[in-house]
Each structure stands twice: as structure tokens, then as C-alpha cells.
């Protein structure tokens, strides 16, 4: 007989990454995000695994026996730039904290990958026509 598992989350520790979904082989850690919240539901587990819980940037997942899901939601700030929802303020101080030494003051962190790459964009193909002048 095989052992069931479900995740406890330390106390307020879950910050929303979603490295642990990102992570999990049997994909039993469900994703979602829908009306500026990010959801996250993890189903019990009979797999002889601990990747979600080394995955877990804040050590915020252990697994105990049980069959429980448990889910838990975060509300997603606005990106700067475009306004749209995009990540957990958890999440986004962490990575402020983690990277406080090599971000500088007016950092990415608070806009989505989409006007990253549109801000990325026109500033290489400002070099680009510089270069050429």
C-alpha cells in the first residue's frame, strides 16, 4: 500500500513562486490565475517525491501524511507599466530582499514579462540606431 501525502504550508511562509508547481513531476500542484488572484491547489500525493517541497524557495511546503488538498490564493499587484495583474506582493518582496545588492531602485521586479521584453525591445533597437549614426 502506498503511503498518501498532502502538503502543509509553514504559517505564511508561501510567497505564490509557483516553483513548486513548476516542479512537481506528477503534476498534482494546480495553477491558476483569474481576476487579479493567483491560485494554488495542491492535491494529495502518493508519489515517493519531495521535489515540490526542495523546490520551495522559502521552505514554506512539507509533506505530511494525509489525503487533504489544500489550496491557497494570493492577490496579484498591477504591473507598472500596462496596469494588468501580474504577481503577489509576497513574491515581489522576497525578490526585493533576495536582490536588494544588484537591482537598482527603479528595478523590473514590478512589471510583467510582456512590457519587459517591449521595454528590452526599444532599448536595443535605441543602441542599435545609435550605433548606426
Given at each position: ?101 544588484i537591482l537598482p531602485a527603479d528595478s523590473w521586479l514590478d ?23
Amino acid at each position: 500500500m502506498t503511503l498518501r501525502r498532502q502538503v502543509e504550508l509553514e504559517g505564511g511562509r508561501c510567497i505564490g513562486c509557483t516553483a513548486c508547481s513548476s516542479s512537481c513531476p506528477a503534476g498534482l500542484i494546480d495553477l491558476s490565475q483569474h481576476n487579479g488572484l493567483r491560485r494554488i491547489r495542491f492535491s494529495a500525493c502518493d508519489q515517493d517525491c519531495q521535489i515540490c517541497q526542495e523546490a520551495c524557495p522559502t521552505q514554506a511546503i512539507r509533506l505530511v501524511p494525509g489525503e487533504a488538498s489544500v489550496e491557497v490564493s494570493f492577490p496579484l499587484l498591477a504591473c507598472r507599466s500596462c496596469g494588468q495583474p501580474d504577481q503577489p506582493a509576497a513574491l515581489l518582496e522576497h525578490l526585493r530582499i533576495c536582490l536588494q545588492d544588484i537591482l537598482p531602485a527603479d528595478s523590473w521586479l514590478d512589471i510583467c514579462p510582456s512590457c519587459r521584453r517591449k521595454a528590452e525591445g526599444r532599448n536595443l533597437a535605441g543602441q542599435w540606431l545609435k550605433a548606426r549614426e
